[in-house]
């Protein structure tokens, strides 16, 4: 573990591996400039930058005369503050991405430049003296003429750097932490930079630390004291602490084995001890199970045999299925998606060989324990519970089976629980009535379930990445509110053969790029920012012909037009070959109202779809398609996980339980389960996205394990009747399940305080999915195997094996020997 490395890279996470959004940058970056001299809405990346927005703190017009004076006051504090790298002071006018030269002002020194009263100025929107200003101006409010600006909510000022490096790092965190110490009577101040996201996951496994801690302190206890029984010999608090120890090694191991081989860790792996954890606890709570089930005068390598045998398989199947759930996971195109499966599914494997070997000899250790009659606490040999001299003895001391030989007893004596089970839950859940009930519940369960999963939203929002009570909130809701109206400039790349400059050519690249602005998404040709159109006009102004000479309008292009600094921004549009031609050029257009997930991908989708359709190699772009890709990929790749992953439940079960049908039931249990987690979690406002797909998955893993436990179990019990075998089936598991179930609930329960999204997603959908799986064993499954399970081969047989078990007397011969070994102790 000393090989850690942590990366918090959103694109490289989140993102999938094989977006068409990287393919596009790559051809755009080939293409055009992409370095140094540069305009904003031209940057092929994100970019890095600070940003703030600005509100009167009355909610008034931000652009008042006093409120301007405050914003011109923070304005200028950014810009002079200073940073030291490597022994060099440096500004933001040292590092700011600079056009023809400059820093890239921000556009309100255009539009209400210091000094000047607001009165003095008749504002236009969204253009303003051929300056696109929508995305400067928030929340505007316009004159009756609908053309000039009344008041304006909020004011956004951009601070973009032409460095991506340490100096880059440096320069925001001082933006940040200036913007935060910034105080003002007028103005209100939200901020936000290109790193804050990954400052933010940075910083969550710490601030998630002492949750982490509540959460297993609370499963360790439940586990102990769960364990613990009125009977001093019989007691397990120590076999149950090293059930969880044994989970631990698990953890370690497989964290240490995977950042040895550079594997880098990211936040939502450090759910995984949680997650082993409870499986741990869960496999050692059915092994304990197992143990109370075998005959107490037995010796301790009989009823070893005799456990194992049957709490071996169980877990088996549940690590198998477990581990395949995770290992399809790491099939994923989503980086954070693979990484995460990758440290739980080894930890998964690791878990099993650490409690078949460590906890399975612990166990042994403690049934010599048993054996020899000692005290679970002190390890002194005690008197049984029938020799108790005293009361005080009884309750403190004594302990384990009689050493009388009238007395047959072959098991431990059951628990309470495991009582309620047998004489009561069983009973009535096999009643006719409760099965009506039962399947009318599921029938209803399911209904609710699909219509939640028609209601699923898709896609991760960037501000989920970050902590409720962070900066960043603020910052994305004002964003929301206000600064959807004008969406993402897309690049519109066009070929040669479209290039060329005569008449035909020109009408065709017209046409093409007609069709993208019919476009619901976007504005037409009112903000379409296109050097042909602009071209043409500016031939008509100067009385050129547009069917001249193709070399006379480039030779009017490239020294007139383009050195126009009216048109000097469309040099970075138009690519000319070694010939002098024209090879490549882009068109933007401005998108309108994306303002959710839907739109979003509806708009790259719609996009792409116009350019595949186009008679010529159409390329569109903007660099949110590399986050927007994560729309177009969740869904069919959480789909085909998931098929994946019921395929291989399906094979694993129909290996490991002795009846095929009982097989089928399982794998239906797992798809009602998933069904049921996705509709439920729409419903409690978690999108379908990397981080609910990770856990989807981990449910799938889940969801199999109290299901298989069940089936299994009814397969290899014997009884009178379907009824009688679920009865005895809940008797012996009904228990261990609880004791699961309750654990991990109990102990995620301190996340669903957390303010953070990925671990409050990972409660909503852990906590779901075992309580879904918790009815599904208890109520569903159970009825199902009473009406539709496979027939053992003693159904019909007169007296059942638990009854038969019971007329056994035990061996002589080991009666004899306690009592030789307690006689030998007196």
């Keep these: 573990m000393v090989y850690l490395e942590k990366t918090t890279d959103v694109e490289d996470l989140f993102t999938p591996r094989n977006g068409r959004g990287k393919d596009e940058r790559d051809i755009v970056e080939d293409v055009f400039v992409t370095k140094n001299n540069l305009t904003i809405n031209r940057l092929t990346t994100l970019g890095r930058f600070g940003r703030m927005l600005i509100v009167a703190k009355d909610g008034g017009d931000v652009l008042r005369d006093d409120v301007m004076l405050e914003v011109y006051r923070v304005l200028e504090t950014v810009n002079d503050f200073t ?35 607001r009165s003095m100025v008749n504002i236009t929107y969204p253009i303003y003296n051929g300056l696109f200003i929508g995305s400067a101006l928030g929340g505007v409010e316009l004159e009756s003429n609908a053309k000039t600006v009344r008041t ?17 790092n440096k320069w925001e965190d001082q933006f940040l932490e200036t913007v935060e110490m910034f105080t003002s009577d007028e103005i209100d101040v939200y901020r936000y930079a290109s790193m804050s996201i990954e400052l933010e996951l940075e910083n969550a496994s710490d601030e998630v630390f002492s949750s982490f801690t509540i959460a297993f302190t609370i499963i360790i206890n439940f586990a102990i004291w769960s364990s613990i029984r009125l009977d001093n010999v019989q007691n397990k608090p120590w076999l149950a602490l090293m059930g969880v120890v044994s989970s631990g090694f698990g953890v370690v191991s497989a964290y240490g084995l995977l950042m040895y081989c550079g594997v880098p860790f990211i936040d939502i792996a450090a759910t995984t001890p949680i997650l082993i954890l409870s499986i741990g606890v869960d496999d050692m709570f059915i092994m304990i199970a197992s143990w109370r089930k075998t005959n107490i005068r037995d010796t301790v390598e009989e009823r070893m045999g005799e456990a194992m045998s049957e709490a071996a398989l169980s877990i088996t199947i549940t690590t198998v299925t477990d581990a395949l759930a995770f290992g399809v996971g790491v099939l994923a195109v989503f ?76 098991e431990e004596s059951p628990h309470a629980v495991m009582i309620f089970f047998r004489d009561f839950f069983g009973p009535f859940i096999t009643h006719p009535v409760t099965k ?27 501000r989920n990445l970050a902590w409720d009570d962070s900066y960043v909130a603020p910052y994305y809701d004002l964003e929301e509110r206000y600064f959807t109206t004008y969406g993402p400039n897309v690049f519109i790349v066009f070929p040669k053969e479209l290039n060329s400059l005569e008449p035909s050519s020109n009408e065709n690249f017209l046409v093409t790029l007609e069709i993208f602005e019919n476009s619901e998404y976007t504005y037409g040709d009112n903000f379409t920012d296109c050097w042909l159109t602009a071209f043409m006009g500016y031939l008509n102004s100067q009385n050129i012909s547009q069917d001249s000479n193709t070399d006379v309008l480039l030779d009017v292009l490239k020294n007139e037009f383009l050195a126009n600094p009216s048109f000097e921004r469309f040099s970075l549009d138009v690519v000319f070959g070694d010939d002098g031609a024209i090879t490549a050029s882009r068109c933007l257009l401005i998108t309108r109202d994306i303002d959710s997930s839907n739109r979003q991908r509806d708009m790259m989708t719609e996009m792409r779809d116009k350019a595949d359709d186009s008679d010529y190699d159409i390329t569109v772009y903007h660099p949110a398609f590399v986050i927007y890709d994560q729309y177009t990929a969740i869904l069919p790749n959480t789909l085909q996980n998931l098929g994946i992953a019921l395929a291989s439940m399906l094979l694993v079960s129909l290996i490991f339980i002795p ?62 009747s379907k009824n009688a075998r679920v009865i005895t089936t809940l008797f012996t598991l009904g228990m261990p399940i609880l004791q699961g179930a309750l654990s991990t609930v109990a102990g995620i329960s301190v996340l669903s305080t957390t303010n953070g999204y990925i671990f409050r997603t990972f409660f909503k959908t852990l906590f779901l999915v075992i309580v879904l799986g918790l009815l599904h064993s208890m109520f569903f499954l159970p009825v199902v195997l009473t009406l539709l399970g496979g027939s053992s081969k003693n159904d019909n047989n007169e007296v059942s094996s638990v009854a038969k078990s019971k007329e056994k007397s035990p061996e002589p011969n080991v009666v004899a020997h306690q009592n030789q070994a307690y006689d030998a102790r007196e």
Aim: with cysteine; charged share 15%.
């Design 335 to 410: 980086p954070s998606v693979q990484i995460f499966c990758a440290y739980t599914g080894l930890a998964v494997l690791f878990d099993y060989f650490y409690q078949v070997t460590f906890f399975a000899a612990c166990m042994a250790i403690s049934g010599k324990r048993e054996r020899a009659n000692r005290h679970y606490g002190t390890c002194l040999r005690v008197r049984p519970n029938d020799e108790s001299p005293s009361k005080f003895y009884a309750i403190c001391c004594s302990g384990g089976p009689s050493r009388k030989k009238s007395d047959n007893s072959r």
């Design 83 to 117: 940073i030291d790298h490597e022994n060099e002071i440096v500004t933001f006018n040292d590092i700011c991405l600079q056009w023809s030269g400059d820093c890239i002002t921000n556009d309100i020194s255009l539009i209400v430049p210091k000094g000047i009263e």
């Design 152 to 168: 304006v909510t909020v004011l956004q000022l951009n601070f973009y750097l032409r460095v991506d490096d340490e100096i880059a």
């Design 436 to 462: 009506v009930v039962v399947i009318i519940s599921y029938i209803a369960y399911i209904g609710v379930s699909i219509w939640g999963m028609t209601e699923l939203q898709q896609g991760l929002d960037l």
């Design 659 to 720: 009846q095929p049908i009982c097989s089928v039931w399982v794998v239906l249990c797992i798809l009602s389960i998933e069904a049921g987690v996705i509709g439920f979690m729409s419903l409690w406002d978690v999108n379908l996205d990397s981080i609910s797909m990770i856990n989807i998955i981990l449910c799938i893993g889940f969801s199999v394990d109290f299901s298989a436990h069940i089936a299994y179990t009814f397969t290899i019990t014997e009884g009178v």
